[in-house]
């Protein structure tokens, strides 16, 4: 039994170290908003700047494959705007049009392979909509 509970123990450790150095990875970069603010309305732009921490500057080419735009900061994360995604523009920057029905604020949830970083690289940005 001593012996069992101690590979547990060993393999328990090592996922802890996995996860820690996974992150130390994707937390080098941040999705930012171009805009904090944004339109109460059904054609809504909501724009992220995929920023790279160790230099301060925008990545372009990322592959965002999941998305979410929900009213989590006031208490509704059932609360779920419909969005796609709008031509690219300004390097680094990833713009969606979103059809926003309820001003307050909303979170936009992004998951994202980026060029030369192995671990998905994941982002939660607020965004403020008024009338
Ligand atoms: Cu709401």
Known sequence: MIGKNSRVAALAGLA???THAA??????????????HIKNNAAAEVGVRLIDK??????????????QLDMSPDGMGE???IHEALPPGEPG??????????AGNWAFRLQAKV?????TVEGNVVFTAKD
Do not use: W
């Open 54 to 67: 160790r230099t301060g500057k925008a990545v372009p080419g990322a592959v965002i494959f999941r998305t």
């Open 23 to 36: 992150l130390a990875g994707a937390t080098d970069y941040e999705f930012q908003p171009v805009s904090a």
């Open 115 to 119: 060029p030369g970083e192995p671990e």
């Open 79 to 81: 609360m779920l705007a």
């Open 93 to 102: 920057v990833y713009r969606y049009k979103a059809d926003i029905t309820m």
């Open 16 to 18: 802890a170290f996995s």
